[in-house]
């Protein structure tokens, strides 16, 4: 008869075969086959994730000569794809997250949309607003939204109509402005200030576009002085009869400041189009910071340069 003490110690014996008879019996009814084993990846009555994605973005405008550009930044949860408006009419992008937009060079609104899908078709959109400011500086990529008029080296199809004045002895004539030689100028002394008035009646050049145009952009240089020059632009498309032009800059006030101390191109966007044949550049003279004092009658312009809607 064997005491208690040895049934004990047999059945000790046993535990480590049972125990690995156990772990053969339930991986070999798995599914599907590893090493000649199999196992379950899901019972039969589990369930898809149907928890839908969530559409997030962030933005930023562009400074400097990137000012009507944007760079968004992809926040989402859960999507796989996903399809940018980015409210100016312009394409769509399925870009996970688009750096950069250019859009139209003028101070205006809009709304942008994020419409975002996981791999079940379930989807989420986000929608916000977006601000491009104007802030005066000539664009990098102008060319992208207009195309420019005076293209050749002497500013065809641009000439000159007519002009009311130049410095003779630096041959410093209006045909300088369309040269593409920034070196070159049209100078002019403006005369004496205008009885009750801080100015006189201006010196001008008169160019002709060769057509009519839907004028859109007007840029020039002047050349660098510590004060402003003192300006007006006007347009015509009939003809060049002081009656028949319509003063476009400025829009309100009476004469335009440019920047002062600078040869960067200053950049005028218009709006809106407007139907052009003839663009009359008035010079007043340099001015005081308020504008309401003319510090010197000479002005000074080189280049200029006319854009177009692109057709």
Not at 43 to 49: F, I, L, T, V
Request: charged residues 25%; contains cysteine; aromatic residues 12%.
């Amino acid at each position: 008869m064997k005491s208690i003490k040895n049934i004990k110690k047999g059945i000790l014996n046993l535990l480590p075969k049972i125990v690995l008879s156990f772990m053969v019996v339930s991986l070999a009814s798995c599914d599907p086959t590893i090493d000649g084993l199999s196992y379950d990846l899901a019972e039969a009555n589990s369930k898809e994730d149907q928890k839908a994605p969530t559409a997030f973005f962030g933005a930023v405008t562009g400074e400097g000569d990137q000012w009507n550009k944007a760079t968004f930044a992809n926040e989402s949860v859960s999507a796989s794809s996903y399809i940018w408006d980015f409210g100016d009419g312009s394409d769509t992008s399925t870009d996970f997250e688009p750096k950069e937009h250019s859009y139209p060079p003028v101070s205006a609104s809009y709304q942008v949309t994020l419409q975002v899908f996981d791999s079940n078709g379930l989807t989420d959109t986000y929608t916000n607003s977006i601000t491009i400011i104007d802030n005066g500086t000539p664009l990098g990529d102008l060319d992208l939204f207009y195309d420019l008029i005076n293209t050749g080296d002497a500013g065809e199809p641009v000439t000159i109509h007519s002009y009311s004045s130049y410095q003779v002895e630096k041959d410093a004539f209006p045909e300088n402005t369309l040269d593409k030689n920034a070196g070159t100028l049209w100078t002019a002394e403006d005369g004496d200030i205008l009885a009750g008035d801080y100015k006189s009646d201006g010196e001008y050049v008169i160019y002709d576009l060769s057509e009519t145009v839907n004028l859109r952009v007007i840029q020039f240089t002047t050349n660098v002085k510590s004060e402003s020059y003192g300006y007006q632009i006007w347009t015509s498309n009939t003809g060049t009869d002081d009656a028949d032009f319509t003063k476009l800059i400025p829009e309100t006030g009476d004469i335009m400041l440019s920047e002062a101390a600078s040869a960067e191109f200053q950049t005028k966007i218009l709006s809106t189009p407007v139907d052009t044949r003839y663009v009359k550049l008035v010079g007043f003279g340099r001015f005081n910071e308020a504008g309401d004092t003319r510090t010197s009658p000479w002005m000074s312009f080189s280049q200029i340069e006319f854009y177009k809607d692109k057709n």
